[in-house]
T-cell receptor, first 111, second 112 residues
Framework: LAKTTQPISMDSYEGQEVNITCSHN???????ITWYQQFPSQGPRFIIQ???TKVTNEVASLFIPADRKSSTLSLPRVSLSDTAVYYC????????????FGAGTTVTVRA | NAGVTQTPKFQVLKTGQSMTLQCAQD?????MYWYRQDPGMGLRLIYY???????DKGEVPNGYNVSRLNKREFSLRLESAAPSQTSVYFC???????????FGDGTRLSIL
């Protein structure tokens, strides 16, 4: 089970770009990298998933270097509604069901 | 959260009481999971069911039992509730092993 390390908290202001880096030194060949967002009193919500290089969707971008030992979630032009906890998960490879979330990164966006 | 329904949303129990948390999904997903989330912490996996008819322990299974009733439903049972089980419980589903999880909105359980 690949262990992940990410910052406990980050502060930002509206309109700025927020980059959250997650370290996963023992990532396995079959592992995907997945990011979730969680608001208070709600379940986590899928943001983006990638395996290598760069993935972009309407919400975020995910940058993964060639060695795949880290990944960076990029949130462009954040707003107050982006204040949430963001979780990085590594796994979902073949037969890898035993995923657990770390403490995540609390992102606070200020006006 | 559309697709994954958890009941009840809130529950208060006394120590020693039993309780079953229900989870139902209408997305025809194969795999289902139960997590607990304690204040200020991430989610920890209690049990999971890779497919109908199978269940397996996660990271923190002690004090819990599960039942995969059919493809749609996955229940979590506390046989003798303890204050340490006060938490928010989330159910999640995924179509397959390489797909992201879909979560319900949780059951907030307090044990006095």
């Amino acid at each position: 089970l690949a262990k992940t390390t990410q910052p406990i908290s980050m502060d930002s202001y509206e309109g700025q770009e927020v980059n959250i880096t997650c370290s996963h030194n023992n990532i396995a060949t079959n592992d995907y990298i997945t990011w979730y967002q969680q608001f208070p009193s709600q379940g986590p919500r899928f943001i983006i998933q990638g395996y290598k290089t760069k993935v972009t969707n309407e919400v975020a971008s995910l940058f993964i270097p060639a060695d795949r030992k880290s990944s960076t979630l990029s949130l462009p032009r954040v707003s107050l509604s982006d204040t949430a906890v963001y979780y990085c998960l590594v796994g979902l490879g073949t037969n890898d069901y035993k995923l657990s979330f770390g403490a995540g990164t609390t992102v606070t966006v200020r006006a | 959260n559309a697709g994954v329904t958890q009941t009840p949303k809130f529950q208060v129990l006394k120590t020693g009481q039993s309780m079953t948390l229900q989870c139902a999904q209408d997305m025809n997903h194969n795999s289902m999971y139960w997590y607990r989330q304690d204040p200020g912490m991430g989610l920890r996996l209690i049990y999971y069911s890779a497919s109908e008819g199978t269940t397996d322990k996660g990271e923190v299974p002690n004090g819990y039992n599960v039942s995969r009733l059919n493809k749609r439903e996955f229940s979590l049972r506390l046989e003798s509730a303890a204050p340490s089980q006060t938490s928010v419980y989330f159910c999640a589903t995924t179509p397959g092993t390489d797909q992201p999880q879909h979560f319900g909105d949780g059951t907030r359980l307090s044990i006095l």
